[in-house]
């Protein structure tokens, strides 16, 4: 079992940055790729960025792409997210996600993923 704990969402106006944190426990963390996935309300839970297990490769969702950034600090447990240049669109909440992988694959679908955590509400006023 990986239990994963979010933090780092609140209120920022459009423009504003935010840094999620995802803290992991119960397994060696760096066999695990993860990712983070978002839930607007009324709406399907959709990918946002993927990292694979060493941190070297990383993908992200076009909405996203250049103003995000996610990265991982394996002797930590934890993954980041960095969100700058907020918009109002990005309002949801974020969840983080992780599956066992020794391999540089990167993995952007729900059910892709094995533990998830409970999210972080990220809300941006315009």
């Known amino acids: 079992q990986v239990q994963l704990a979010e933090s780092g969402g609140g209120l920022v106006q459009a423009g504003g940055s935010l840094r999620l944190s995802c803290a992991a426990s119960g397994r060696t963390f760096s066999n695990y790729a993860m990712g983070w996935f978002r839930q607007a309300p009324g709406k399907e839970r959709e990918f946002v960025a993927a990292?694979?297990?060493?941190?070297?490769?990383?993908n992200y969702a076009d909405s996203v792409k250049g103003r995000f950034t996610i990265s991982r600090a394996n002797a930590m447990n934890t993954v980041y997210l960095q969100m700058n240049s907020l918009k109002p669109e990005d309002t949801a909440v974020y969840h983080c996600?992780?599956?066992?992988?020794?391999?540089?694959?990167?993995?952007?679908?729900?059910?892709?993923?094995?533990?998830w955590g409970q999210g972080t509400q990220v809300t941006v006023s315009s």
């Open positions: 996600a992780a599956r066992r992988s020794i391999y540089s694959n990167l993995y952007t679908s729900v059910g892709e993923y094995t533990y």
């Open positions: 990292i694979s297990w060493s941190g070297d490769t990383t």
